[in-house]
Every structure is written in C-alpha cells, then in structure tokens.
C-alpha cells in the first residue's frame, strides 16, 4: 500500500485580499514539482480570489470550516453546497481552535464531518489531546473519542477521509511533538481505523501530523512510517517555509 503525502497550509484568520492571493499565487507556483498532494485552506471571505489565484495548479482549495445544513435561516453560515460551488475540495472539521476556543461540541462536529464526507468533499478530521490529557495517559482515549465522530455516516472511499492529528499543546506554541510521540500515536490512530473499518481500508487513509510543523523539522516528522503529510498553521503563511515542508515530503 502506498500513500501519497498531503501537505496542507491553514491560513486560519490571517492574510487579506492581496496577501492572500500573492501567497496562493508564490504556492501555486512552487507547487509544479512537488512530488506531495498540496492543499491551502484561507478564510472564507478570501476562497474565491484564492481559487482564482489556484486555478491551472496542482494546489487543492480547502475551507477551515462548514455548517451542517444544506440552506435556509443560518444566519452567519456557509453550507457545503456554497464551497462546492467555489471549487473548494476539501474541509477542516474538529480543529482543535473550533473545538476549545468556539466551543464546538462534539456532536457538532459529527454533524459537520458527516455533511463533508457526505457531500463529496474530502474531510481533513482533526483530533487531538490537550497537555493536561497527555500528561494523564489519555491521550489515545481523547484520540478515540473524536475519532468516534465518523462512526454515524458511511465512509466508502479511503482516497476523501484524511485524519490529521494535532497535539493542542503543539499548535502555535513553537512545540512539536518529536518523530517517537507523534508516530506512537499515528501508529494508534492507524489500528482504531483498521477496528472501526478495516485494516485495508486503514492503510489506505492519510494521516497527517499537525503542531508547529516547519522546514526544521518537517523531514524527520514526514520520514514515519505512519505520518502521511502535515497540516501547517504559522509556516503556511510564508510561500517559502510551506514549500520547504512540501519539499522534505519525499
Ligand atoms: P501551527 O498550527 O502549525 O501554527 O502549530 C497547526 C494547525 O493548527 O493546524
């Protein structure tokens, strides 16, 4: 089984208008011979002119975020339909900001994971556990609880379900988790997928690493056997250090 590396740049609330779309511009122009899958991910008031900026490239347009419903009295909400619509292929749920600092609860997330898959798009799922969890042993029953959050839809095609894991201790804190942590839990995360599906279909699914990943120490991480790519907050912000990423992605 080979998997192909996914590298994928969240802009989270950064960038606007123009340096949005010059940065998507500086990746779409790099991205011609990286050998890695590559996604952006901007706010959502910037997808268009960053898909415009895209269009002709190998980079895949990518929302942060999505709201269950088709249509209708949502007030402040943007559907799948609507990503769909500006060419957005794939969707963050479960970010570990929407979850501890929105206030997602879980069920919502299911909720928001399922309209993704369930529309066609592919589905980055984040999980992770924050330092407190870590430090009593709980990491993989954090990890299993949101990975749980897929278990209510049907997931036929491996190729749409991407699994990022992100210690919340690691993100924008500087703080990677080293190669051993972070592939001790990716190597968890693969056999709760092969239990919950099977172990072909786990084999298949990407799981990428994400927590202040950056040229630094992106080779190391992205040589483990079970981390399939990154999911890159502060470096993305910079065409140089994101493509320094996609370049360690052999
Ligand atoms: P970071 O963010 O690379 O800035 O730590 C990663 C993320 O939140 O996806």
Redesign the pocket.
């Known amino acids: 089984m080979s998997r192909s590396k996914l590298i994928a740049g969240?802009w989270?609330m950064n960038t606007n208008k123009a340096t949005a779309t010059e940065l998507a511009k500086a990746v779409a122009a790099g991205a011609s011979s990286a050998k890695a899958s590559l996604g952006v991910a901007p706010p959502f008031v910037y997808l268009d002119a960053v898909g415009q900026a895209l269009a002709g490239s190998k980079v895949l347009l990518g929302s942060q975020d999505v709201y269950f419903e088709k249509n209708g009295a949502f007030t402040g909400e943007i559907s799948v339909e609507m990503l769909k619509d500006l060419n957005v292929k794939f969707v963050l749920t479960g970010?570990?900001?929407r979850r501890h600092v929105l206030m997602e609860s879980s069920e919502l997330v299911a909720k928001k994971a399922a309209a993704v898959y369930g529309g066609g798009l592919m589905l980055i799922h984040c999980i992770g556990e924050k330092l407190h969890e870590r430090d009593s042993n709980q990491t993989f029953g954090v990890c299993q609880k949101q990975l749980d959050e897929l278990k209510n839809f049907s997931i036929d095609d491996p190729s749409r379900l991407v699994i990022?894991y992100?210690p919340v201790w690691?993100?924008?804190?500087g703080r990677n988790a080293t190669d051993a942590q972070a592939q001790e839990v990716h190597a968890y995360i693969r056999q709760s997928l092969g239990r919950m599906w099977n172990k072909d279909f786990a084999d298949s699914v990407r799981i990428q690493y994400?927590?202040?990943?950056k040229p630094e120490n992106a080779g190391g991480l992205l040589a483990q056997p079970d981390i399939d790519g990154g999911?890159?907050?502060?470096?993305a912000l910079k065409a140089e250090s994101f493509l320094a990423i996609v370049a360690a992605a052999k």
């Open positions: 969240n989270k970010h570990s900001e990022a992100e690691a993100i924008g804190t994400g927590g202040s990943m999911l890159i907050g502060g470096a």
